[in-house]
């Protein structure tokens, strides 16, 4: 059901669109912008299922036709525009889905609301289509546009649409949704909301995702037992970073989020700022264990090669340096 009590964070955004769907003063296009999983498609099915009810003031009833269409994605007035995925937006898409029947009278509510998703994968010659509609469109007509990179969208179309950018929402929002709402432990909570960025949606994923949870795993391995290892080991080890290879980027992420803590324990002894509370122990041993430089040292070297890999040095000559320097720090 769309709604914007669902929605965490945004209430910039969600209290214009109670007004705007109160008093009608609309905008005919509008750019929701933000990054993969942040709540934009929530936003416009919610704002287009406030526009269309009859009995709401400014947000939806919920129990209406209308509204119950919207939720069903059944709406007549409320058009999604598809496209393969291969082929990104096509200007054969915008004709067929938008052009031909943006200027055809509403069937059952006071709009016709076009929704774009993953608008900036329209090639020029649609979002010149486009263009003409936004141009001149009518009265009745609201297109939405959502986007993760609004740059992409040439700047035509950008000048003529109003854009509404999500913010990221705050770690403790964050993790106290997954923990309250999602049964999510606080250990891996934390972890989602740091790794994140402020996006709700993606927080979630990777709450729930095995295959997070089994890299998160495989970097606790290393950080608790590295320093018992010999020269075998990691050799061991960096043969098998290979598989990571895809996903090394966040298992860096990982290390860095766990030497932290160690780094924040040391300063501050207070493990109720970890983000690993459930290693609170480990973290602690090892706070006691290493210097603050030699933690400084290593977070500096995650960094470091995180930018070798990217510049194509011999990944498994970058992972061995790291490991060592792990080890030795």
């Given at each position: 059901m769309a709604d914007y009590t669902d929605i965490l964070g945004q209430e910039n955004i969600i209290r214009y669109?109670?007004?705007?769907?109160?008093?009608?003063k609309l905008s005919h296009a509008y750019l929701l912008a933000g990054p993969d999983k942040s709540g934009k498609m929530m936003l416009a099915n919610a704002f287009?299922?406030?526009?269309?009810?009859?009995?709401?003031?400014?947000?939806?009833?919920?129990?209406?036709?209308?509204c119950l269409q919207a939720d069903n994605?059944?709406?007549?007035?409320?058009?999604?525009?598809?496209?393969e995925k291969s082929s990104g937006i096509r200007v054969d898409d915008i004709r067929k889905q938008v052009i031909s029947k943006a200027p055809e009278t509403p069937y059952a509510g006071p709009y016709k609301i076009f929704i774009i998703d993953e608008a900036e994968k329209m090639n020029d010659n649609a979002q010149n289509a486009l263009l003409k509609t936004m141009e001149e469109p009518p009265s009745f007509v609201v297109i939405l546009l959502l986007a993760e990179n609004e740059e992409s969208l040439l700047?035509?179309?950008?000048?003529?649409?109003?854009t509404l950018r999500l913010q990221p929402v705050s770690f403790s929002q964050i993790r106290d949704f997954l923990v309250k709402k999602n049964g999510v432990s606080e250990e891996t909570a934390a972890l989602a909301a740091v790794f994140s960025d402020g996006a709700v949606g993606q927080a979630l994923s990777l709450a729930k995702s095995e295959d997070f949870q089994d890299l998160r795993e495989t970097a606790l391995r290393l950080v608790e037992e590295i320093r018992d290892w010999d020269t075998n080991d990691i050799i061991k080890a960096v043969k098998g970073f290979v598989d990571y290879k895809p996903v090394i980027s966040e298992y860096f992420d990982l290390l860095t989020v766990w030497y932290r803590d160690v780094l924040m324990?040391?300063?501050?002894?207070?493990?109720?700022?970890?983000?690993?509370?459930?290693?609170?122990?480990?973290?602690?041993q090892q706070a006691k264990e290493s210097s603050y430089h030699g933690i400084q040292v290593i977070l500096k070297e995650i960094e470091t090669t995180k930018r070798r890999i990217k510049a194509n040095v011999n990944f498994e000559l970058a992972m061995e340096t790291l490991l060592m320097t792990i080890k030795e720090n």
């Amino acid at each position: 059901m769309a709604d914007y009590t669902d929605i965490l964070g945004q209430e910039n955004i969600i209290r214009y669109m109670k007004e705007a769907a109160k008093t009608g003063k609309l905008s005919h296009a509008y750019l929701l912008a933000g990054p993969d999983k942040s709540g934009k498609m929530m936003l416009a099915n919610a704002f287009a299922k406030a526009l269309q009810c009859r009995e709401g003031d400014g947000v939806p009833c919920d129990h209406c036709r209308s509204c119950l269409q919207a939720d069903n994605h059944t709406h007549p007035d409320i058009i999604y525009v598809t496209h393969e995925k291969s082929s990104g937006i096509r200007v054969d898409d915008i004709r067929k889905q938008v052009i031909s029947k943006a200027p055809e009278t509403p069937y059952a509510g006071p709009y016709k609301i076009f929704i774009i998703d993953e608008a900036e994968k329209m090639n020029d010659n649609a979002q010149n289509a486009l263009l003409k509609t936004m141009e001149e469109p009518p009265s009745f007509v609201v297109i939405l546009l959502l986007a993760e990179n609004e740059e992409s969208l040439l700047l035509t179309i950008r000048s003529r649409v109003m854009t509404l950018r999500l913010q990221p929402v705050s770690f403790s929002q964050i993790r106290d949704f997954l923990v309250k709402k999602n049964g999510v432990s606080e250990e891996t909570a934390a972890l989602a909301a740091v790794f994140s960025d402020g996006a709700v949606g993606q927080a979630l994923s990777l709450a729930k995702s095995e295959d997070f949870q089994d890299l998160r795993e495989t970097a606790l391995r290393l950080v608790e037992e590295i320093r018992d290892w010999d020269t075998n080991d990691i050799i061991k080890a960096v043969k098998g970073f290979v598989d990571y290879k895809p996903v090394i980027s966040e298992y860096f992420d990982l290390l860095t989020v766990w030497y932290r803590d160690v780094l924040m324990y040391k300063a501050l002894q207070d493990p109720d700022r970890l983000i690993f509370r459930d290693k609170a122990l480990r973290i602690v041993q090892q706070a006691k264990e290493s210097s603050y430089h030699g933690i400084q040292v290593i977070l500096k070297e995650i960094e470091t090669t995180k930018r070798r890999i990217k510049a194509n040095v011999n990944f498994e000559l970058a992972m061995e340096t790291l490991l060592m320097t792990i080890k030795e720090n």
